[in-house]
């Protein structure tokens, strides 16, 4: 949530700031603004709304020099207004030299306030985030070094930071901090730059150095200087950006979910490269760091997540104990984290993230680990804090994911899961034959996903009706229950019209009351061992009058006369159909979001990670 971006180097800045900004929008983006430092003044430009907006803006007062720190927010304190965008000036009135961005939340800020309120500072913004730039104009005051009055201040925040700053005084000189919100250096030659996503650093330089919590960093064009809030300095370790920044190019699609919905046959391809074993009739995940003596000792697993990584763990849960014969317990990760869900060593903590950055995921990852429980990661995104906390895992391979709508992610998901279940069932009681069913129905999953892709043009006219829906039901049993789940959270976070996941037996317990002509129900019915209940369930709503949109399996004789709108996967294994119903649902979603006028990649409200609690 939020992006900052800062440069110092002989480029001019604002230019390189704004770009920069453009990659990290879809994390935040309600208003956006940056500061430059030049021959000694800073130039501040910053507006309510989307970066265009500021782009335009600096179109029209162009802000000068080559070194400058930026933002885009997502707001947590005053809404979004050109005053609360950042950067923030800190200083006493008239005298403000310094700007700051901040991603985070600051839990003591009120204190913090009237304290600089009592001494005479003047607040400009209702955020949390001005406090710290008034508390380090305070201490540069005493100081006169910026390095050395960013390290004073951060021992007096609680909360949450990322951090950027510049001064009217220190020309050429960036000074960021981290704790709990991510900040990674861009190492160029002759230039440096600092941001809160690699993405945006990843035009201009491969190397990066991840800064971790409780470091500070200033960065001059020639130099990059961290040191530790309580063990000093510390030498920058590089690492290398191994995907290509073009890779997120919208290209010739109208939005990034479309695109990234039409990604998945590449997705599954890219998530099971190198990682199924025919000659074993299993899958090879070395990534664990657990030797197969330590898994098959294994009782029990925990699976953690939020939004889409938790509807993605309810699959995993059917896949690993239908597999493994394992028991599983999914939790959402912000409940997790302070529960004091029992743990010992015969258990299994994994935490599924697409960005690796959502707090709350982390949150439950440090906790576990506080424990001493050694837990594991499901990530998408590479170097990201929850993938260098964890003490191992698996990486989904999926590549960017720009919608905020998580679609792919949830395809290499499932497909890790799917693997993690034959590794760990071979490691017990599963045959080679019933593994080598596993790595053929995998094996095939890319070909079938692509067959499913075809409903579209049928997706197209559902999402006419749907559009005009108050409400909408999604039922689905078994595997196909999480994937309910998932559909109607992808149609409520885009179209924003309410919609609702039950287990399908379940709709006689309560949601059937919401039936009628504007409320349509998606059955997800695809020929499995469950097909005929299902087909009770659909007539229970047809004799209530109900509009009735089923999801099943392409040649199905009975389904489409029972049906408004039939939509068609192909025939496919069981473990299989998660992966191809959530299709024509993600489809749905875009379609009557599209229908609707909605900013499909960037919905109100929302930030593609999460990173406050
Ligand atoms: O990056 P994460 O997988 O940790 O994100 C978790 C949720 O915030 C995310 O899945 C969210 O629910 C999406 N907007 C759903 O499409």
């Known amino acids: 949530m939020c992006g900052i971006v800062g440069y110092t180097g002989s480029r001019e800045a604002a230019g390189i700031l704004v770009a920069g900004l453009r990659r990290l929008e879809y994390r935040g983006y309600d208003s956006s603004g940056l500061a430059t430092v030049d021959a000694g003044r800073l130039h501040i430009r ?48 008239g005298t403000a030299g310094l700007a700051l961005v901040h991603n985070g939340v600051i839990e003591n800020h009120a204190s913090l306030r009237r304290e600089l309120e009592a001494e005479g500072f003047v607040f400009a913004s209702e955020t949390d985030s001005e406090v710290i730039a008034h508390l380090i104009a305070r201490a540069l005051e005493k100081t006169g070094d910026l390095f050395t009055a960013v390290q004073l201040v951060l021992p007096m925040l609680e909360g949450t930071y990322g951090l950027g700053v510049v001064s009217q005084a220190h020309p050429g000189l960036v000074v960021g901090a981290r704790m709990g919100s991510p900040l990674v250096v861009g190492v160029g030659e002759g230039e440096h730059l600092l941001a809160s996503d690699a993405a945006a650093v990843a035009p201009h330089t491969r190397q990066v150095v991840y800064l971790e919590d409780g470091e500070i960093v200033q960065l001059t064009p020639g130099k990059i200087e ?3 809030r309580e063990r000093g300095p510390v030498a920058p370790r590089i690492d290398r950006i191994d995907w290509h920044p073009d890779l997120a190019e919208l290209g010739h699609h109208a939005h990034y979910m479309i695109k990234e919905i039409r990604e998945q046959p590449m997705t599954l391809v890219d998530a099971c490269r190198g990682r199924l074993s025919r000659r074993d009739a299993t899958a090879c995940l070395g990534g664990l760091n657990l030797s197969p003596r330590t898994l098959r000792k294994i009782r029990r697993i925990v699976l953690v997540g939020c939004g889409t990584s938790a509807h993605a763990a309810l699959v995993g849960e059917y896949l690993i104990e239908r597999i493994a014969h394992l028991p599983v317990e999914v939790e959402y990760a912000s409940e997790f984290r302070y529960r004091n869900a029992p743990l010992d060593e015969r258990t299994l903590v994994f935490v599924l993230s697409q960005s690796g950055e959502t707090a709350d995921a982390l949150g439950a990852l440090r906790e576990a680990n506080r424990r001493g429980h050694p837990t594991l990661a499901i990530v998408n995104t590479v170097g990201s804090t929850i993938a260098r906390e964890a003490r191992g895992g698996v990486y989904l391979h999926a590549g960017q994911e720009v919608g905020v709508a998580s679609t792919k992610a949830f395809a290499a998901q499932v497909a890790v899961l799917a693997l993690l279940a034959l590794y760990l069932g071979r490691l017990r009681h ?32 559902a999402a006419e009706q749907i559009a005009t829906a108050r409400t909408v039901l999604y039922l689905g049993r078994d595997l196909l229950h999480p994937v309910a789940l ?4 992808k149609l409520t976070e885009i179209s924003y019209i309410p919609a609702h996941g039950y287990p399908t037996a379940e709709m006689k317990h309560g949601p059937i009351a919401l039936v009628d002509r504007d409320s349509p129900c998606v059955f997800l019915a695809p020929r499995c061992s469950l097909y005929s209940k299902t087909l009770a369930s659909i007539e229970e709503v047809r004799a209530r009058g109900g509009h009735v949109i089923t999801v099943g399996t392409e040649g199905d004789r009975v389904l489409p006369g029972l049906s408004n709108t039939f939509l068609p996967i192909p025939d496919a294994p069981e473990i299989l159909l998660p992966l191809l119903a959530v299709i024509p649902l993600q489809l749905l979603a875009y379609h009557t979001a599209l229908k609707l006028g909605r900013d499909i990649d960037k919905p109100r409200n929302l930030a593609k990670s999460v990173t406050v609690e």
């Open 46 to 93: 910053k507006r309510a709304g989307r970066v265009r907006e500021l782009e335009n803006l600096i179109h029209r007062q162009p802000a000068q020099g080559s070194c400058g720190i930026s933002h885009t927010r997502w707001a947590t304190h005053g809404p979004a207004s050109d005053t609360n965008a950042h950067p923030h000036l800190g200083g006493r009135l």
């Open 226 to 228: 961290i040191a530790h």
């Open 486 to 489: 998932e559909g109607a959270l």
């Open 430 to 461: 599963l045959s080679f034959s019933d593994g080598l069913d596993i790595v053929d129905a995998l094996e095939s999953a890319p070909g079938l996903i692509e067959e499913a892709l075809k409903v579209e043009p049928i997706v197209k006219s």
